[in-house]
Structures are given as C-alpha cells and as structure tokens.
C-alpha cells in the first residue's frame, strides 16, 4: 500500500501506548453536570430551562436562533439546581446549566430511533444534525449542519474523513475506529448524502494498523468510500493538508475545503451523525484520552458532555506527584490549562494531558539563527521567521501580506525553532489582530 503524506510537517513522536491499547470504558455519570451553552464555534445558546426544572437526559436545554450555532443537551436526567458560569477550554467564563443527577438515566422522549432513516432526504438529514447539536469532534467545534450546507456554487465531490488523529497522546479517535467501524461507514453514508457527495475519502495515519483493517472491512461492501493509510507525520491530521494529501487537489490561500469540492469530517463527529440519525440521540457523550506521565492510570473515557474534568482525573486515579502542566487536548495544538478546577467536558474534548516536571522543559527565548528550519517544516508553505518578526515588530500589514491568516497554528515552526522562539503564538496574535483591524474598518463604514 503507497501511504500518503503532504510537504512540511515534523515527527514529534507519538506517545500513544500507554491508551492505545485500552477500550473506551464508560466513566462513572457525574452528580452534578455543568454543561456550558457555548460549546462551539459561533454564538452561544441561551437556556431553555429554569432553575427547579426536571430534565431528561437528550433533552435539549439550550439553543440560539444564529445560523453558525448548535443546541446543548441534557447529558443526565435530573433537577437544573443553577444557571450560572463555569471555564471554557479558552480560559473564558461562559454560562452553563447545572442539572443535579437523579441517576435515573430517563431518556427523554423525543430520543428514539428512526426505522426509515433510509429514506430521509438530505434536508431531513440536515435538519436532525443540527437538532441533535453535533460540532465538529476533532477539537474545531464547528456547528456541523453549517459545514453539509455548501455555498451552492461550491458543491461537494468529495468527503474527506479524517482518521488520522496526529496529535501525540491522543487515542479517543483510534478507539472509536476500533470499537465502532460499522456505525463509522454508517455515518460517512449519512454525511455523503447530506452533501450529495460521490465519494468519501477516509484517511487513518500508518501507525494504526488494526484501525485500518477495522474501517477497511466495515467499508468492505462500499464502492464509493476507500480507506487510506498515510505516513505518520504531523499534522497529517489537518483539514486543508488531508485535503491535498487525499485528493490531490490544494485549498486557495484564505478559502475552505468546499472551494475545492470537498467537506471534511473527523471519524467521532460522523458516528455522532449515525447516532442522531438512525437512533434519535443528540450529543450528549464522548471518549476522552486522559493520559501522560503526570496521570497514574492512563485511560479511555466514554464521558458524558459536562463531567466536571477533576472527577476525570479522580476516576484515573489521580495526578501524580511530579505533575507540573496540563493541557486540554494534544501538545502540539492544545490549550495549558491553570488547572482542572470549574471545567467541564464539552463535545470538543478530546483529551486531557497531564505532563510531569521532567516533560515540561522551559527555555529562553533566543534570537533567531536564520537556519530557515521553521520555513522547511511549515506545511502552509509560510515564512514563520518573517511573520514573527513583523509581530515583534507591531508591523502587522507586514504579517498580513506574508499570509499570517493563512497559518494553521500547527506548532511545527515553534516545535522545530532551535532558539526557542514562540513562533505560533506569535503569529497567532497577528491572525486576532489582523482580524481585529478588519472588524474595526467595517464597523467604520
Ligand atoms: S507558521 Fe503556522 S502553519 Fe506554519 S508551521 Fe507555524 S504554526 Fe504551522
Ligand atoms: S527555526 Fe527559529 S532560528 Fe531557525 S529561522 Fe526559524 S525562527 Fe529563526
């Protein structure tokens, strides 16, 4: 088998076998769930329920009228006992529901399953995505439904499916391949309609093997969806480079995926469409990897949206002595957290990454050696040496016309910058401000 790869990128190792190997087992429901009304890209819900209220687990609880926004559900049944505030991924403080569990499990009733799902057109399709909240599970939280209705003047030919899971650590997409490949291609179908899609494209990184044996054969009897192995390489994972790498065909600076004909979608997001579609059941639930050297027993969790993290870690049997750092998600694209207090999991969680003193190495910032390896390494076929010095600068017209929007905030540059230099968050900060500029032009208008 040729495996696929794209220009750029690094190997930061993968340090995925301490989960790898571990099913997803279902953590314990929390006694009380704080699930936030902004979960996602785009507007935040406002709540549907009021303090003294009884839910149903699936019911939904939050939702907002804005087209780039998705609804919240009620992951346990119970009393909402407050609406107040809790942590976002960001360090933001956003509003949340509190429903005390009852530990019933009362489904609600609207979640049931469809027996003629067969027949649902992509509208219907569409529709029940985005009842059911579904967001973009890779760690992008983009509203689905927004992503499977295209400009109508780019039409999809192609869905990219992304099974790749690039980041270091992370397992909770490699265990769903394993545990579920059947709903997996089930929802591929679904995603292909909605889209009017002729093929689907499913990319998995060669370093898991029993993955693609598992999608292969679940896709056995699936002329129009083609698993393939691609090289090991970060971040292979990356929309706009699997894009390239599976189908050949490269995204326009500052365009989606749909101006080149293809929507991509990650493995966990499009069981999450099977399970709304055929079975009714809005995303209420996901793995999450709690793993790394500062966690005792590394693990695969099924966890319900709204699980306070700390009982996470609780339930791995705690942090470690030495624990120095946590960060939510991967370490090459995630955020450090101050600490796990107030913070939920919410339907981008895909990993919690506790990482002891000895892993955590701080260095000083030194002046850059013009050894051009941030430029080698850069998939976006940037200059990050350039862009960084615009940003130190305050020359952020420099940033803009060397592309900084274009920059996918991988951390390959800041991963392979032998002086140490904080290239990605520099950049970062010309994106914020670049778009900064724009909306304060318009607002002039
Ligand atoms: S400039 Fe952006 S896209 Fe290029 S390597 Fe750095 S973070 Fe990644
Ligand atoms: S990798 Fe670092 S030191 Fe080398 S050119 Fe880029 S910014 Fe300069």
């Not at 979960?39 to 009228?65: M, N, R, T």
């Not at 909402?80 to 956003?94: D, E, F, M, P």
């Not at 309609?193 to 093929?199: F, H, M, N, S």
């Not at 993290?309 to 960060?327: A, H, N, P, S, Y």
Request: aromatic fraction near 4%; glycine fraction near 8%.
């Amino acid at each position: 088998m040729t495996l696929k790869t794209f220009k750029g990128g690094v190997h930061p190792g993968d340090y995925k076998s301490a989960t790898e190997g571990k099913p997803s087992v279902a953590a314990k429901p929390p006694a009380v769930a704080m699930i936030p009304l902004s979960q996602h890209s785009g507007a935040p819900c406002e709540p549907l329920v009021a303090v003294g209220d009884l839910v149903k687990k699936g019911q939904k609880i939050g939702d907002s009228d804005a087209s780039i926004s998705a609804p919240v559900h009620a992951s346990i049944s119970g009393k909402v006992i407050k609406i107040g505030t809790c942590r976002s991924s960001q360090g933001r403080t956003v509003n949340a529901v509190f429903i005390e569990n009852d530990f019933q499990e009362t489904w609600h009733e609207d979640v049931k399953p469809n027996p003629n799902w067969e027949q649902l057109s992509a509208e219907e399709i569409v529709k029940i995505v985005r009842e059911a909240g579904i967001v973009g599970m890779g760690g992008a939280a983009f509203p689905t439904h927004y992503k499977l209705v295209p400009p109508a003047d780019e039409p999809i030919k192609y869905v990219i499916v992304n099974g790749a899971e690039c980041e270091p650590y992370l397992t909770c997409d490699h265990r769903v391949m394993l545990e579920r490949p059947d709903d997996l291609v089930l929802g591929v179908k679904l995603v292909m309609k909605a889209v009017k899609a002729e093929k689907a494209l499913i990319g998995i990184e060669d370093n898991k093997p029993d993955a693609i044996a598992a999608v292969t054969k679940a896709a056995a009897n699936e002329p129009n969806i083609e698993v393939h192995a691609l090289h090991t390489k970060y971040p292979q994972g990356s929309g706009k480079q699997l894009n390239t790498v599976l189908t050949g065909m490269e995204v326009p600076s500052g365009c989606q995926s749909s101006a080149v004909g293809c929507l991509v979608q990650n493995v966990t997001t499009c069981i999450a469409v099977a399970d709304a579609v055929c079975f009714g059941v809005p995303s209420i639930e996901r793995i999450v990897t709690i793993t790394g050297s500062g966690i005792k027993e590394p693990k695969n969790l099924l966890v319900r949206v709204g699980t306070p993290i700390e009982e996470l870690i609780e339930e791995c049997g705690g942090f470690t002595d030495d624990v120095r750092k946590l960060i939510l998600g991967g370490p090459m694209m995630g955020p450090a957290l101050p600490g796990p207090e107030d913070l939920p999991v919410t339907k981008g969680t895909c990993g919690i990454l506790c990482m002891t003193e000895a892993e955590v190495k701080e260095y000083e910032i030194q002046p850059c050696i013009k050894c051009g390896k941030c430029v080698e390494v850069c998939p976006m076929n940037l200059m990050p040496l350039f862009l960084a010095s615009a940003v130190e600068h305050n020359m952020y017209d420099k940033a803009e016309a060397y592309h900084a929007v274009d920059c996918i905030e991988c951390g390959c540059c800041s991963y392979i910058c032998p002086a140490k230099r904080p290239l990605t968050q520099w950049i970062g900060m010309a994106k914020a401000e670049i778009k900064a500029a724009k909306r304060r032009a318009a607002a002039a208008k």
